[in-house]
Every structure is written in C-alpha cells, then in structure tokens.
T-cell receptor
Framework: AQSVTQLGSHVSVSEGALVLLRCNYSSSVPPYLFWYVQYPNQGLQLLLKYTSAATLVKGINGFEAEFKKSETSFHLTKPSAHMSDAAEYFCAVSPPVFGNEKLTFGTGTRLTIIP | KAGVTQTPRYLIKTRGQQVTLSCSPISGHRSVSWYQQTPGQGLQFLFEYFSETQRNKGNFPGRFSGRQFSNSRSEMNVSTLELGDSALYLC??????????????FGEGSRLTVL
C-alpha cells in the first residue's frame, strides 16, 4: 500500500520568505507524486506532478518540488511567499499503473502568510 | 473549456434520509472519481468510474454508491444518512489516455450537512 506523510499541519511564513512544505512517501515501486492546493470553499487544483521524468518539477504560481528517491521525499518549495499563497496544500501519491486513477492524499498543510 | 461541475453545492439532510449528488466532468474526460473530505479523516477515496464501470472502490460501507452514465456524468448516492456523513464531497475527472496519470481536475464540491 502507498502512503504519504506531510510534516506539519500548519506552516507560517512571512511574505517574501521561502516556503517549504514537506512530504515523504512510502511505496514499493516508484510512484507518481502530486501536490494539490485548496483555497477556501473550493476544490483542489493541481500545482505540479512527478511522473518519473525530471526529478525537479516546476509547477504553477512559482512552486517547484524535487523527487528524492534516496530520501523518499517530494518537498514543495517557493522562493518568495505571496499573500495569495495562503491555502491548504496536499501531497498525493498514486501507483504508475494503467487504469489506476486513485490518489492517496496526505493530511494536508495549512499555509499562512504573515504580512 | 468548462470545468467539473457539481450540484448541489450545499445541502442539509436529516439522519436516515438519502442524498444524491451529481457531477459533470470536463468534456472528453471519461474517468470520474469521488472523494470525501472531512476535518478528521482528510481526503478519502470513495470510488472511480470509467466508461460506466466502477473501476476502483475505497473502504466505505455499502450505503455509499455511485454510477456513471454514457455521457460520463456521474452521481453518487448515500442512503440512511448518519451524522458522520457530513462532509465535503468532491468529484474529479481525468482524461485517462493510458497509464493512470493521476492528474485529476476537481469540482468545487458538494457540502453535505446531516442533522
């Protein structure tokens, strides 16, 4: 079974500071990994995904993540936080298997931006 | 291109009643998944349909059911509602062109409150 662990249910950073949201995965085979963002009263939006190509993945809104197999990590970063980044972020994993659209999500990290 | 549309957005039911939620996927998407989101359990996978067939199922009781129509629209039904069924129910669609990509496009959700 696959799983992801997000370290820190709440993270606060100052506007302009580095954003680092942590995600570690558990999987017997190299998985697909994703970061989604959820703004209040909205659904989830895909930020970026890793599907066994480049290990450094760039997403929308200036976010990026690096797949590190040796550390089983897929941490999300952004060099400079903006007020509009305040939201909840979810890391997710799926097996790279045909016909499997099932994602297993982490428990989420709520990001607060301090003006 | 229109996004994933879920109806109704909000609804209130009482224990013992049943509810039907509807989801219209992005045009051309043939896979529709349903997730339950609660503060305590986070995002949990309910089921996924592809070409009118249930392809994946999560660990929910039989009171939770779904179906998909020939136009890819999907409905989920919860019978004999319990207080614990209060949640945001999210629908997501995917194009599923081959190997599962896991790139899900989410609707804004249907918020169910059970009294």
């Amino acid at each position: 079974a696959q799983s992801v662990t997000q370290l820190g249910s709440h993270v606060s950073v100052s506007e302009g500071a580095l954003v680092l949201l942590r995600c570690n995965y558990s999987s017997s085979v190299p998985p697909y990994l994703f970061w989604y963002v959820q703004y209040p009263n909205q659904g989830l939006q895909l930020l970026l995904k890793y599907t066994s190509a480049a290990t450094l993945v760039k997403g929308i809104n200036g976010f990026e993540a690096e797949f590190k197999k040796s550390e089983t990590s897929f941490h999300l970063t952004k060099p400079s936080a903006h007020m509009s980044d305040a939201a909840e972020y979810f890391c997710a994993v799926s097996p790279p298997v045909f016909g499997n659209e099932k994602l297993t999500f982490g428990t989420g990290t709520r990001l607060t931006i301090i003006p | 291109k229109a996004g994933v549309t879920q109806t109704p957005r909000y609804l209130i039911k009482t224990r013992g009643q049943q509810v039907t939620l509807s989801c219209s996927p992005i045009s051309g998407h043939r896979s529709v998944s349903w997730y339950q989101q609660t503060p305590g359990q986070g995002l949990q996978f309910l089921f996924e349909y592809f070409s009118e067939t249930q392809r994946n199922k999560g660990n929910f009781p039989g009171r939770f059911s779904g179906r998909q129509f020939s136009n890819s629209r999907s409905e989920m039904n919860v019978s004999t509602l319990e207080l614990g069924d209060s949640a945001l129910y999210l629908c997501a669609s995917s194009s599923t062109t081959g190997v599962g990509t896991g790139e899900l496009f989410f609707g804004e959700g249907s918020r169910l409150t059970v009294l």
